[in-house]
């Protein structure tokens, strides 16, 4: 399966052919993403994410739910190499911002319940997914490539895109954008690298 599409929808930020690379393309190493970051100060943020449904253990959960609290969105399928990479590096970051009151959601799309289900045993990921439908993704109004599996995208405490990463992630990445926003930061901390082979190089700002 490909796992990007070249139609993919053009985003008011740039680079859009870096991010779209940057996705599901399977390279990359641990300790580094492979994703450019991009992020969002708080007055250039549109308005809030609505975004609901089934997850896949069959609850229903509305991210409205969490408004007040900075969210941590994951688009991932199991059929995706760099998704299975960064699995791990993603639950081990909900375990460290959990005490902080940082929620993690993930989009679990073009894919099946018992693969999806399979991939959740297996890298004892304890946070929930929504089931897309086919519609989910659409929520974020042009923030997300439509097909760029898998992204990583923090909201603020209302709601808002504050941050994203589109390509495989790794914890320290999260943790240091979410830290960020917490904090009130309207750029990426040091923490923050840049792609493989250009590590170092600053992220890239601009409305989602």
Excluded at 99 to 107: A, E, N
Excluded at 178 to 186: F, I, N
């Amino acid at each position: 399966m490909s796992c990007l599409s070249r139609r993919a929808a053009t985003l008011a930020v740039a680079p859009v052919v870096g991010m779209l690379l940057g996705a599901c393309s399977g390279s990359g190493t641990a300790g580094r993403f492979d994703g450019p970051v991009t992020a969002v100060p708080p007055a250039a943020r549109a308005e809030p994410v609505e975004l609901s449904g089934r997850t896949l253990d069959s609850a229903m959960m509305d991210v409205a739910e969490f408004r007040g609290d900075v969210v941590v969105l994951n688009v991932w399928g199991s059929w995706c190499p760099p998704c299975r990479k960064e699995a791990p590096e993603l639950e081990r970051a909900y375990r460290s911002l959990r005490p902080r009151g940082v929620q993690f959601l993930g989009i679990d799309t073009r894919d099946n319940d018992a693969a999806a289900n399979a991939f959740v045993a297996r890298y004892g990921i304890t946070y929930p997914s929504l089931v897309d439908d086919g519609t989910l993704l659409l929520a974020f109004r042009g923030a997300v490539p439509a097909a760029a599996v898998p992204t990583t995208i923090v909201l603020d405490r209302a709601g808002r895109v504050a941050a994203r990463v589109v390509g495989g992630t790794d914890a320290t990445t999260v943790e240091g954008l979410v830290s960020d926003v917490l904090t009130g930061k309207s750029e990426p901390g040091a923490s923050q690298r840049g792609a493989p082979g250009s590590e170092g190089s600053p992220p890239s700002e601009g409305t989602l």
